[in-house]
């Protein structure tokens, strides 16, 4: 069997600095968001805050995605001093599934990925557990989660 590293594709993913900028070069600054664009804008934004939090706090984090090359991925990962502190997947949605787990499934199925925190980060009220994966709120991920990982 490959390592984990040997399976994983390595490409860059690049984020514009701001969501308007992304709406204006998509030429959407006034189109109604379907729902795959809104998810990418979401998760676009929350990508965004992650790195203003890491950059105001100055924090030695720093921010990996993990795709495998069967197109597997987990959107955000925070290491810190060489641990891995969370594993995030952001969705726009108000109704999570298991399905949206998948990526997170597949990242911590690796050995060496068992003890990181999973989360799904979404639009929705109240806080619950799916298996292993916890399914919190965006606001509480940027209040709570976030500054926690970071210390």
């Known amino acids: ?3 984990v590293r040997k399976r994983l594709t390595v490409h860059p993913k690049f984020y514009f ?9 998509n030429h959407r600054l006034s189109a ?9 804008l979401f998760e676009q934004w929350l990508i965004l805050e992650t790195h203003r939090m890491i950059s105001y706090k100055n924090s030695e984090a720093r ?5 495998t090359n069967n197109d597997v991925e987990v959107d955000l990962l925070i290491e810190k001093h ?13 109704n999570i599934s298991g399905r949206d787990a998948a990526g997170l499934r597949s990242f911590s199925g690796e050995r060496e990925n068992k003890a990181v925190p ?20 965006w606001k509480l991920y940027l209040e709570n989660v976030l500054p926690e990982i970071l210390k």
């Open 118 to 137: 999973l989360y799904i980060v979404g639009d929705i009220e109240d806080s619950y557990s799916m298996d292993s994966v916890n399914v919190i709120s």
């Open 63 to 67: 921010m990996f995605y993990w795709r």
């Open 17 to 25: 600095f701001d969501t308007g900028v992304t709406n204006a070069i």
């Open 82 to 94: 060489g641990k891995i502190r969370g594993a995030f997947e952001f969705k726009s949605s108000h």
């Open 32 to 40: 109604q968001l379907d729902s795959v664009i809104k998810g990418r």
């Open 1 to 3: 069997m490959k390592s």
